[in-house]
T-cell receptor
């Protein structure tokens, strides 16, 4: 596609349920990033993929959070047993090679609301 | 770890006035510096970046920023604000690793 695509754009779930968030990066981009954006908190780094490997999982807030990437393309962020504090906008970004001087291309995000 | 501080979570300027959004960073190595803008209901998009070379960087929509190593700053400016500049602005820094560290953002309001 022309840009980074995220789905769903909005997700409302009940506390304790599992959710899956999807990110489809720009074709050919090898690096993929997940961030969480909360009000007044800026962007919180969650995880980074280079190809299908995740060399940096340091930002995942708990073992309820996991992510995978298949075929060097689509990535899924899974949150198990959701809690109200998981409510936030989850942003995905991709870059061509994963170099620190590269531009990140962001999707429009998934707004997650946990009731 | 790197950190980014954006002074002022909300900034208001009159249309036609100077825009100044402040960003300071902490880094033990020469950093790469970025400004991203987020318009309502849209993803973040790059305004400008500093990697090497000239310390005054020009970006899209008339914005520019100057890397000042002695002050560890990368403030964003625009000589004359336009209504369409109303958005959330994020400063970010990266180094030789693969993480990008973002500030908490500054919401810019332009008053007609």
């Amino acid at each position: 596609g022309a840009g980074v695509s995220q789905s769903p754009s909005n997700k409302v779930t009940e506390k304790g349920k599992d959710v899956e968030l999807r990110c489809d990066p720009i074709s050919g981009h090898t690096a993929l990033y997940w961030y969480r954006q909360s009000l007044g908190q800026g962007l919180e780094f969650l995880i980074y993929f280079q190809g299908n490997s995740a060399p940096d999982k340091s930002g995942l807030p708990s073992d309820r959070f996991s992510a995978e990437r298949t075929g060097g393309s689509v990535s899924t962020l899974t949150i198990q047993r959701t809690q109200q504090e998981d409510s936030a906008v989850y942003l995905c970004a991709s870059s061509l090679e994963g170099q620190p001087n590269e531009k990140l291309f962001f999707g429009s995000g998934t707004q997650l609301s946990v009731l | 770890a790197q950190s980014v501080t954006q002074l002022g979570s909300h900034v208001s300027v009159s249309e036609g006035a100077l825009v100044l959004l402040r960003c300071n960073y902490s880094s033990s190595v020469p950093p790469y510096l970025f400004w991203y803008v987020q318009y309502p209901n849209q993803g973040l998009q790059l305004l400008l970046k500093y990697t090497t070379g000239a310390t005054l960087v020009k970006g899209i929509n008339g914005f520019e920023a100057e890397f000042k190593k002695s002050e560890t700053s990368f403030h964003l400016t625009k000589p004359s604000a336009h209504m369409s500049d109303a958005a959330e602005y994020f400063c970010a820094v990266s180094d030789t690793g693969n993480q990008f560290y973002f500030g908490t953002g500054t919401s810019l309001t332009v008053i007609p």
